[in-house]
């Protein structure tokens, strides 16, 4: 089996606030092959924004410090590395998609201003090879009439049209991984079906390996081939597409599934998740889900569960888990 393309090894990020130091990522680790498609999923304010940030090395500092772990692209640390090399990286070999096109692109410059700046800084071109570029950057992602597109600013174009414009800035150097951050929450349901499409197609069309972070876990089980769970801050279990929803592990994972609409039940009541999401200033001891577990023990009250092979290759931080 080929060599992990990215590895991510107990990560630790921690903000350092008025209130006090908040560990919005702890002991997270993970892997990408080439060509594969990893969904990262859980609750707002889990961590996943940050994990995929601090890939790219996007964390402000201060207020935010990678206090801990690895990052590992072709085997080499991209935490170690410096703001010139890293820049080498992003955008060229390592590109992402932020969840709100308007807060991402600059209002000041047309869409295509901003896609040929990719091309002159990372390949190289000119004025005018970067603007062919741009305006075949633009077609791949089926908008209408490029030239036209490429002349425009931000606001004159509509929330799917802006979040193609993205797709197509980030994919402009055809990098190994792209990280799509939540592209489809703004988005109604038949353009987020859109996008999804493209998305694959491109990445299929390009070979690149593809980290999708949502909270939406019909999306994911759509476009993913494995699938990581993240609860307040850590990793609570990974697993492929088919185990996840046929055989959950984490009670975590299972509470999300059953909280899903079913229209074959349309009497039952939806099965919300009891408590709230524990204070990451002040997390309980042991599990971090133990307060909202029906199944915790004391030893889920005093030790933090590792995240580890629970069945065949599926990992899970729990020690009860399973139906």
Do not use: W
Request: aromatic letters at 4%; charged letters at 20%.
């Amino acid at each position: 089996m080929d060599a992990p393309l990215l590895e991510v090894k107990n990560l630790t990020i921690r903000f350092h606030l008025q209130r006090g130091v908040l560990s919005a990522v702890q002991n997270v680790s993970f892997s990408l092959r080439a060509g594969e498609t990893l969904g990262i999923v859980g609750e707002t304010g889990c961590g996943k924004t940050v994990t995929s940030l601090s890939i790219l090395r996007l964390i402000p500092c201060p207020p935010g410090n990678i206090a801990g772990g690895e990052i590992l692209f072709h085997g080499e640390d991209l935490l170690k590395k410096s703001e010139r090399e890293i820049e080498k990286i992003r955008g060229r070999k390592i590109s992402m998609i932020f969840q709100e096109p308007m807060t991402s692109l600059n209002p000041s410059l047309t869409v295509g201003e901003q896609i040929s700046e990719c091309y002159r800084v990372h390949m190289g071109h000119s004025g005018k090879v970067a603007r062919e570029f741009t305006e075949h950057a633009l077609s791949l992602v089926q908008l209408p009439s490029p030239q036209t597109v490429a002349g425009r600013y931000p606001h004159e174009l509509a929330g799917g049209m802006r979040q193609r414009v993205m797709i197509a800035m980030a994919l402009a150097c055809q990098p190994e991984i792209l990280i799509a951050d939540e592209p489809t929450t703004a988005l109604d349901v038949t353009i987020q079906a859109q996008i999804l499409e493209l998305l694959k197609e491109l990445q299929t069309k390009m070979k690149m390996a593809l980290i999708f972070i949502s909270h939406n876990l019909g999306v994911v089980a759509r476009l993913c081939d494995r699938i990581g769970v993240m609860y307040a801050g850590s990793l609570v279990e990974l697993s492929d597409k088919k185990s996840l929803f046929t055989h959950p592990l984490h009670p975590y994972t299972q509470a999300l599934l059953n909280a899903i609409p079913r229209p074959d039940l349309r009497d039952e009541t939806l099965k919300a998740i009891p408590g709230s999401v524990c204070n990451l200033f002040d997390p309980p001891p042991g599990c971090k889900f133990h307060p909202r577990c029906a199944k915790a023990k004391e030893l889920c009250k005093t030790e933090m569960p590792r995240l580890e092979a629970k069945s065949g290759e599926n990992l899970a931080a729990c020690y009860f888990p399973g139906a």
